[in-house]
């Protein structure tokens, strides 16, 4: 089956900082999702993007199909971004497939 | 337009014991999945429900079954619990089945003694 890693497993920031968050996936996609996972467990959806570029205030995401991966950017991160952030991929179902997961600590 | 609803938020059973787990859809979405999140781990797809039968399984046993309402509405049943069953559960809503953006509820905590 697909494999979708994501690295860095650990990220610790001080507030300010951006980040790049990466996924990569063995085979190909028909759809691509980025997930914060808050301390309480809600899966908080920031991007739907199989491909391409998106942006949406400090968060910004892009996908290159052909390459097989994505990235997630955060920039001037802030406490509030702490979590665990996930992408999840489906690729021959309609069942996502969730990454590794990178857990981002911020600090003020 | 509201969003994914699951109860309860949190309960206890002992081992041996059977379970049901509900979600409410996002309005308009007709189709639901079922995931389990064990602590330290990413979500596990469980199974997805289409206009209420049954659209794809994970790897999980013939124990955790589902149903899908008319409403769209939907039940997680687990019989014959165990402790390695302890988890967050989570379901999604999507729109149709193909491909399109799932959106997640809060979450049921199991926590099997």
């Known amino acids: 089956g697909i494999q979708v890693e994501q690295s860095p497993p650990d990220l610790i920031l001080q507030e300010g900082a951006n980040s790049t968050l990466r996924c990569n996936f063995s085979d190909s996609v028909n759809n691509l999702q980025w997930f914060h996972q808050n301390p309480w467990g809600q899966l908080i959806n920031l991007f739907y993007?199989?491909?391409g570029t998106k942006q949406n205030g400090r968060l910004s995401a892009t996908t290159v199909a052909t390459e097989r991966y994505s990235l997630l950017y955060i920039s001037s991160s802030q406490t509030t971004d702490s979590g665990v952030y996930f992408c999840?991929?489906?690729?021959?179902?309609?069942?996502?497939?969730f990454g590794t997961g990178t857990r981002l600590q911020v600090f003020p | 337009e509201t969003g994914v609803t699951q109860s309860p938020t949190h309960l206890i059973k002992t081992r041996g014991q059977q379970v049901t787990l509900r979600c409410s859809s996002q309005s308009g979405h007709n189709t639901v999945s079922w995931y389990q999140q064990a602590l330290g781990q990413g979500p596990q797809f469980i199974f997805q429900?289409?206009?209420?039968?049954?659209?794809g399984r994970g790897n999980f046993p013939p124990r955790f079954s589902g149903l899908q309402f008319p409403n769209y509405s939907s039940e997680l049943n687990v019989n014959a619990l165990e402790l390695d069953d302890s988890a967050l559960y989570l379901c999604?809503?999507?729109?149709?089945?193909?491909?399109?953006?799932?959106?997640f509820g809060p979450g049921t905590r199991l926590t099997v003694l």
């Open positions: 993007i199989p491909s």
């Open positions: 999840a991929v489906i690729y021959n179902t309609d069942k996502l497939i």
């Open positions: 999604a809503s999507s729109l149709a089945k193909a491909h399109n953006e799932q959106f």
């Open positions: 429900y289409y206009r209420e039968e049954e659209n």
